[in-house]
């Protein structure tokens, strides 16, 4: 997977990971870091004023099409974290890098990308360009 890009278009939270999100090792599921990702994409959604209800609004869904995590290094309970996420590209689909850092340290956890595509609601068909609102959202429409 290649280093993710910084943009413009960005977004941090800080959390602390909680003792449902861990395994039986005691470290977090590898399955929780797609919830992890989904925190700091609704964070930088709401950032640039297009999240998942201003998208069903304007007449598109953004699914999902495309998800890659690679695992660096385990977080476990008690653990601050920072989640960041960039947008990377928007002209035909909705691309996000993400980093997964401890917050004190910086150290690297988990580096991941994802993929997203408007699909027109009232024809459930795929735009192969992005809609023009996402262009306005992001302030270069």
Same mark, same amino acid.
């Given at each position: ?8 278009? %960005? ?6 990971? *909680? %003792? %449902?999100? /861990?395994?039986?090792? @005691? !470290? ?9 990702? @989904? +925190? ?7 950032? $640039? &004023?297009?999240? #998942? =209800? *201003?998208?069903?609004?304007? &007449? #598109? ?10 695992? +660096?290094?385990?977080?476990? %309970? &008690? *653990?601050? $974290?920072?989640?960041?996420?960039? !947008? ?7 691309? !996000? ?11 690297? /956890? ?10 027109? !609601? ?5 735009? #192969? +360009?992005?809609? =023009?609102? /996402?262009?306005?959202? /992001? &302030? $270069?429409?």
């Amino acid at each position: 997977m290649r280093k993710a890009k910084e943009s413009r278009w %960005f977004a941090e939270v800080d959390m602390e990971v *909680q %003792f %449902f999100d /861990l395994d039986p090792m @005691e !470290i977090v599921w590898h399955g929780n870091y797609v919830k992890y990702l @989904e +925190v700091v994409r609704c964070a930088l959604l709401d950032k $640039i &004023g297009y999240n #998942y =209800p *201003q998208m069903k609004a304007s &007449g #598109y869904a953004w699914p999902v099409i495309d998800m890659h995590l690679r695992y +660096v290094a385990p977080a476990t %309970f &008690g *653990q601050k $974290i920072r989640l960041r996420a960039d !947008i990377v590209e928007w002209e035909n689909c909705l691309k !996000i890098d993400y980093l997964i850092t401890d917050a004190a340290s910086g150290k690297r /956890l988990n580096r991941a990308t994802t993929t997203m595509v408007a699909v027109n !609601i009232a024809t459930n068909e795929m735009c #192969y +360009v992005s809609p =023009p609102v /996402l262009m306005k959202k /992001l &302030g $270069i429409a």
